[in-house]
């Protein structure tokens, strides 16, 4: 049950595109088309922004998509802005009814 | 409204027990797979516990197991912790999670979260 990896930090300016990537392993993220990601302001509780790999629910802005190849999946914010700095997380299912998360990524918004 | 509230957080010496109930409305909750999540002060998020939606599989991190029990009553609309043995590196923010979809396939509600302090 080890934690999947992820940047501890990114950062970009306004109106730019930035991608954070979560790396996993053959038993958990490369197995299974169910990673997600969460969104967490200061404070808050998380916020689920993609689902299975690219899905993106209802409510969340279009300028968030997800992608994924063999034991990495990645998180792209195009259009950059000031209210998406915050931590984000991913979160992959890895078999035998357990989950496992990222150790988090803070966004920076220059 | 659609939510998950938290209740039962607090300061517990280690080695004690403390029960955390989270209360759901605004949805069906008998037909949704349930979840605890926590995270530690400064900390990411740490999956915990799932609990199916008829109560019949239940799943734990391995540093919980044989000391945490998860339950739910869903004539209450109700999610239990009950965590015994407690240790310091029980201290986190539990969070509530509804997981979505009928086979629980991702975590798309969430409480506001009560926090639990393990300290002599």
């Known amino acids: 049950q080890s934690a999947l990896t992820q940047p501890a930090s990114v950062s970009g300016s306004p109106g730019q595109s930035i991608t954070i990537s979560c790396t996993g392993t053959?038993?958990?993220?490369?197995?299974?088309?169910?990673v997600s990601w969460y969104q967490q302001h200061p404070g808050k509780a998380p916020k689920l922004m993609i689902y299975?790999?690219?899905e993106r629910p209802s409510g969340v802005s279009n300028r968030f998509s997800g992608s994924k190849s063999g034991n990495t999946a990645s998180l792209t914010i195009s259009g950059l802005q000031a209210e998406d700095e915050a931590d984000y997380y991913c979160c992959s299912y890895a078999g035998a009814g357990i989950w496992v998360f990222g150790g988090g990524t803070k966004l920076t918004v220059l | 409204e659609v939510q998950l509230v938290e209740s039962g957080g607090g300061l517990v010496q280690p080695g004690g027990s403390l029960r955390l109930s989270c209360a759901a409305s605004g949805f069906t909750f008998s037909t949704y797979w349930m979840s605890w999540v926590r995270q530690a002060p400064g900390k990411g998020l740490e999956w915990v516990a799932n609990?199916?939606?008829?109560?019949?599989?239940?799943y734990y991190v391995d540093s919980v197991k044989g000391r945490f029990t998860m339950s739910r009553d869903n004539a209450r609309n109700s999610l239990y912790l009950q965590m015994n043995s407690l240790r310091a590196e029980d201290t986190a923010v539990y969070y509530c999670?509804?997981?979505?979809?009928?086979?629980?396939?991702?975590?798309?509600?969430w409480g506001r979260g009560t926090l639990v302090t393990v300290s002599s």
């Open positions: 299975e790999d690219t």
């Open positions: 053959t038993s958990d993220l490369g197995s299974y088309n169910l």
């Open positions: 609990i199916k939606q008829d109560g019949s599989d239940k």
């Open positions: 999670v509804r997981l979505g979809h009928s086979n629980g396939r991702y975590f798309d509600l």
